[in-house]
C-alpha cells in the first residue's frame, strides 16, 4: 500500500526540483557570465606595441628556421653587461617557473636578451632546468631587439600613462605582435601575464 507522503517530504521534494531546475542553471549561468566577462577583460587589456625580430637558426642541411614562427613568445632584455643581483635572480627564478608552466609546449618560447653577462650570472643560469631547452632561447642584444622591445615599452608607457620600470616582460602572440608588457618584479603583474600566455596560447 503506497502512502501519502508527508507535508515535510512535500516541502524537500520541491526544494530539491527547485534546486535542479532553478538553482543549477543560475549558478552555471553566473559562472559563465564571470568566465565570459573575465576573459573579455583579459583581451581587452591586449594591444599592439610592435613586431618582434626574428630568431633564424641555419641547420646543417642549409634549412633557415625562425625559431619564433608560430610561437607565443615571452622576452626579457637584460643590461649589455647581464649580473647577478637581487632583481635578475628573482627574473631568472620567475623564467624558471614560467618555462615549467609553458616550455614543455610546442608552441612558446622564452627569449632572454643579453650582450654579455658575469660568471656569477652565467653560473646560476646554467643551474636552471629550463636553461638548455630550445624553447628556451638566449639572443644578442647586437640586433633589433632592444629598439624594439624599448621603442615598444615606451609606447604602452605613453598608452597607459604609466610610470616606466627598469625591468619589464614583453608578451608577443603567434604572429610576432607585441601584444603588452608588464613589471617583471611584480608579482601581480606576472601572474597576469601568465593568464594572458593561457588566451593566446593556441590549443595544443
Same mark, same amino acid.
Request: avoid cysteine; charged fraction near 25%; charge should be negative.
Given at each position: 500500500m503506497n502512502k501519502k507522503p508527508t507535508p515535510g517530504r512535500k516541502i524537500f521534494i520541491a526544494a530539491v526540483l527547485l534546486l535542479i531546475l532553478v538553482g543549477f542553471p543560475a549558478v552555471s549561468w553566473i559562472?559563465?557570465?564571470?568566465?565570459?566577462?573575465?576573459?573579455?577583460?583579459?583581451?581587452?587589456?591586449?594591444?599592439?606595441?610592435?613586431?618582434?625580430?626574428?630568431?633564424?637558426?641555419?641547420?646543417?642541411?642549409g634549412l633557415l628556421e625562425d625559431q619564433l614562427n608560430s610561437k607565443v613568445v615571452v622576452a626579457h632584455l637584460f643590461a649589455n653587461k647581464a649580473?647577478?643581483?637581487?632583481?635578475?635572480?628573482?627574473?631568472?627564478d620567475t623564467n624558471q617557473q614560467i618555462f615549467d608552466q609553458f616550455g614543455r609546449g610546442t608552441h612558446f618560447s622564452l627569449v632572454m636578451i643579453a650582450e654579455d653577462a658575469t660568471t656569477d650570472f652565467r653560473s646560476y643560469t646554467q643551474k636552471l632546468p629550463g636553461s638548455d631547452f630550445a624553447n628556451w632561447l638566449w639572443l644578442p642584444a647586437n640586433g633589433a631587439w632592444p629598439s624594439v622591445l624599448n621603442n615598444g615599452f615606451e609606447s604602452y608607457c605613453v598608452k597607459g600613462e604609466i610610470d616606466p620600470y627598469p625591468y619589464?616582460?614583453?608578451?608577443?602572440?603567434?604572429? +610576432?605582435?607585441?601584444?603588452?608588457?608588464?613589471?617583471? /618584479?611584480?608579482?601581480? !603583474?606576472? +601572474?597576469?601575464?601568465?593568464?594572458?600566455?593561457?588566451? /593566446?596560447?593556441?590549443? !595544443?
Open positions: 559562472y559563465l557570465r564571470d568566465g565570459l566577462n573575465w576573459r573579455k577583460k583579459a583581451v581587452g587589456e591586449l594591444s599592439s606595441y610592435g613586431q618582434i625580430p626574428k630568431a633564424n637558426i641555419i641547420w646543417p642541411d649580473e647577478l643581483t637581487a632583481e635578475t635572480q628573482k627574473i631568472l619589464y616582460y614583453a608578451l608577443a602572440d603567434t604572429a +610576432g605582435v607585441i601584444r603588452r608588457f608588464y613589471n617583471a /618584479l611584480d608579482e601581480k !603583474e606576472v +601572474g597576469r601575464m601568465v593568464e594572458q600566455i593561457a588566451i /593566446l596560447l593556441p590549443q !595544443e
